[in-house]
Every structure is written in C-alpha cells, then in structure tokens.
C-alpha cells in the first residue's frame, strides 16, 4: 500500500521533518509512505485567500497519485478514534487502495476540493499549527498499523 500525504507548505521547523521521518520509518515493507509539500500561495498584491486556496488546489489536484483514495483533512470531518482508523486501514489494504491524504494551507482548502474527497477526516477539534497535523497524523497512521499486527506500541 502506498500511503502519499499532501501538505501545503514549506520551510517546517526540524522537529516536524524528524518527527514525520522518523514515524514513517516504522511502516515498513507493507506501506511506503511519503510526504510531498505543495507550495503555498503568496499573500498579499491583491491576492485573496480564494484565490489562494484556488492555485493551492491547481497544485494539489496535479500532485495526487492515480487511482487514490483521496483523504482530505477537515474539520467537519469523521473523527475516528484509534481503533477504527486501524479498522479503515484494514479495510483500505484488503481493496488494494492507495491513500492520498491532503493536509490544506493557512486558508483552507476549496469546497471543490472537499467534494472530491472519498473521505474527510477530522484528527481533533483543536486548531493545530500544520507542523503538528503532518506528525499528529504520521503518528496515528503508524499507531493504526502497529494495532492491526498486534504490536506493543499501543495500548489501551
């Protein structure tokens, strides 16, 4: 399985990059995992956070995998607990899907975009810097398969 996630922004402070690698690591054979970061709109010269989030999508929607099963973070979306997102890996791995997850900017991400989402996802009604919801997620798709092979790392 392939899992992509999508992040737009650059430039995250050295704790976030060794946090997603060292995370991603731990997958092993059974998912490559990749971060791609889809650069941000400049601000400002009359441009509105529309028409950012609007060449922010031109970006995304170029850099989704074919044939993905398209994952956008919202926070309107389902809120699993750990447990079920291990149920919805599961699920994903026996369809032979590839996950493409989608982290948006500092405005958001287009309705259209959401749309086109087979899933929104929600990792916590907190507002959290995007640094934190590369790792926050990392984390959790790694918990996910760590409590599908009855590994040690989570507990209940």
Not at 66 to 90: F, Q
Not at 106 to 116: C, E, H, I, N, V
Request: glycine share 6%; net charge positive; aromatic share 8%.
């Amino acid at each position: 399985m392939n899992i992509t996630v999508l992040a737009v922004g650059t430039k995250m402070p050295h704790w976030v990059d060794y946090a997603v690698a060292d995370y991603s690591k731990r997958f092993g054979r059974e998912i490559q995992f990749q971060l791609r970061e889809i650069k941000p709109e400049k601000r400002g010269a009359g441009i509105n956070a529309a028409q950012a989030m609007a060449a922010e999508e031109e970006r995304i929607v170029a850099a989704i995998p074919s044939h993905s099963y398209l994952i956008v973070l919202d926070e309107r979306g389902k809120a699993p607990t750990s447990r079920e997102l291990a149920d919805w890996l599961k699920r994903w791995q026996q369809q032979g899907d590839n996950l493409c997850f989608v982290i948006g900017g500092a405005d958001g991400l287009t309705d259209r975009l959401k749309q086109r989402a087979n899933l929104l996802l929600r990792l916590s009604s907190l507002t959290l810097p995007h640094g934190m919801v590369r790792v926050l997620l990392t984390e959790q798709l790694y918990r996910a398969q760590s409590i599908l092979h009855n590994h040690p790392y989570h507990r209940e």
